[in-house]
């Protein structure tokens, strides 16, 4: 902790000043709360809607610097890691702290392969969906069903029971996404195979048909992991904020990690890279993408895949994934959408609008292209976010689960309704 100094406030509705610590460069906002101008008053609350600048917790997980397009997880940046770790030992060095060394990271993918089997049961409710059921809408519904046939999971400060959830998270989100895909296609459920790297076992579930046993190809299984990985931890976003919120409850993480997937869902988190293949294809060519822009900027559509909370020069996620690009369709073949993309981002990035408004690609502008050269369809696009996802959740349920100056989440509000008044007619 760095103490950085005190802030003077005076209130100019009594005269009075205060001094507030300054620690890590934030105010307690609990501080505020001996700002009074009467005895009986609650005290000065912060008013902070969307969060936008507000810390809701200490974290030693993910660092970002959105002004220099910085992500680094447990201090390694993020190009380091796409290069030289797998999603597994990425997650591993989340939950845990550090990387694994070559017998931990073998254990730890043993273990994860170990867990990849369902209950049969999971298979009876997956059925019961409709056809079209989105597929997210099944991860939500089976992620907290989980919860359902592993009731010691309600031990959340049991050290040992929660490593065993995290485990058992991790290596069913594959098998759970991709029965969710062979549901809607009314293909038999492909069962796990413990031989196969992580990513290269979720293809195996995807994709296998007749062939005794289904081969990755290795560009597409290291495209995907590489995928998984950029999409493993980033600090407070909305889903995660959602996974600390639910399991400060001390609720059991399955349950917390549905609310996590439900808020991801969204079109504005993770359900932006399935919007963004529908955006490309509504533009349909490279000529309609001056008039696509005009409408942008006339406000009546948002680029989908432009723009983030966090970063206001470049998302470092969606630069590794360009590189990515280019490996995968030297396999799948160009995807004829790529060229609309690239002329939405050339056009963009030159664009007044854009950047006085500091708006740049971010993960989800190309990630579906990618996913789609690949066969995904698009509704499971956010399906692909959730499995990448669900490390960084469980490392920030655990954190918050473990610190002492966490309590159950409960913000204040400004009420601004109806004063007192009576069923019959009177005010107070
Ligand atoms: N297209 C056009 N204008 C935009 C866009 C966009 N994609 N994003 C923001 N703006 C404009 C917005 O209209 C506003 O303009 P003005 O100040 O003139 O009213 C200004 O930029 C600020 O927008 P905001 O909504 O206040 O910004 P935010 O920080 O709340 O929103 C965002 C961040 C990601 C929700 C937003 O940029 C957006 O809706 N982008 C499209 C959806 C998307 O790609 N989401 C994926 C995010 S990355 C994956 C993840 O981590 O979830």
Same mark, same amino acid.
């Given at each position: 902790m760095t103490n950085d100094g005190t802030l003077q406030v005076t209130d100019t509705r009594t005269g009075r000043s205060y001094e507030i610590p300054i620690v890590d460069g934030a105010i307690r906002a609990l501080d505020l709360r001996q700002i009074k101008v009467a005895d009986d008053d609650f005290g000065l609350l912060s008013y902070d809607p969307a969060f936008m600048n507000t810390a809701s917790c200490r974290s030693a997980i993910t660092y970002i610097d959105g002004d220099k397009g910085i992500l680094r997880y447990r201090g390694y940046p993020i190009e380091e890691l796409a290069r030289h770790t797998t999603f597994l030992d990425a997650a591993y060095l989340l939950l845990n702290g550090e990387l694994p060394d070559k017998d931990e990271s073998q254990n730890w993918s043993r273990e994860i392969s170990h867990h990849t089997y369902v209950h049969e049961n999971v298979k009876k409710f997956i059925d019961?969906? !409709? !056809?079209?059921?989105h597929p997210m809408g099944i991860i939500v519904s089976t992620v907290a069903a989980l919860s359902t046939f592993y009731p010691e999971a309600k031990a959340v400060s049991d050290q040992a029971r929660r490593r065993e959830q995290v485990v058992r998270l991790i290596a069913k989100m594959p098998t759970l996404a991709a029965f969710a895909y062979r549901h809607a296609f009314g293909l038999p459920y492909a069962y796990p195979d413990a031989e196969l790297s992580y990513p290269g076992n979720f293809l195996n579930m995807m994709w296998k048909m007749t062939e005794p046993r289904y081969q990755p190809d290795p560009i597409l299984e290291h495209a995907l992991d590489v995928l998984f990985m950029l999409h493993a931890d980033h600090e407070q976003n909305c889903s995660t904020s959602s996974m600390r919120i639910v399991g400060s409850s001390q609720v059991d993480p399955y349950s917390a990690a549905a609310a996590a997937a439900a808020a991801l869902y969204g079109p504005l988190h993770g359900g932006a890279n399935e919007q963004v293949l529908r955006m490309l294809k509504e533009i349909g060519s490279v000529d309609n993408v001056p008039a696509y822009i005009a409408r942008v900027k006339a406000g009546e559509l948002r680029l989908m895949g432009f723009g983030h909370r966090v970063y206001k020069n470049f998302d470092p996620r969606a630069k590794i994934i360009k590189e990515i690009a280019d490996e995968v369709f030297q396999v799948t073949g160009r995807n004829p959408l790529l060229d609309i993309a690239l002329e939405l981002e050339r056009i963009a990035l030159d664009d007044e609008y854009f950047i006085s408004h500091k708006l740049y690609p971010n993960v989800d502008f190309y990630s579906g292209i990618i996913y789609q050269a690949m066969g995904f369809p698009e509704a499971m696009f956010p399906v692909l976010f959730a499995i990448g996802r669900m490390p960084g959740w469980l490392a920030h349920w655990q954190e918050g689960s473990a610190d002492p100056e966490q309590k159950i989440s409960r913000p204040r509000q400004l009420y601004v309704g109806a004063g007192m008044r009576h069923l019959d007619g009177t005010l107070d």
């Open positions: 019961g969906f !409709h !056809h079209d059921a």
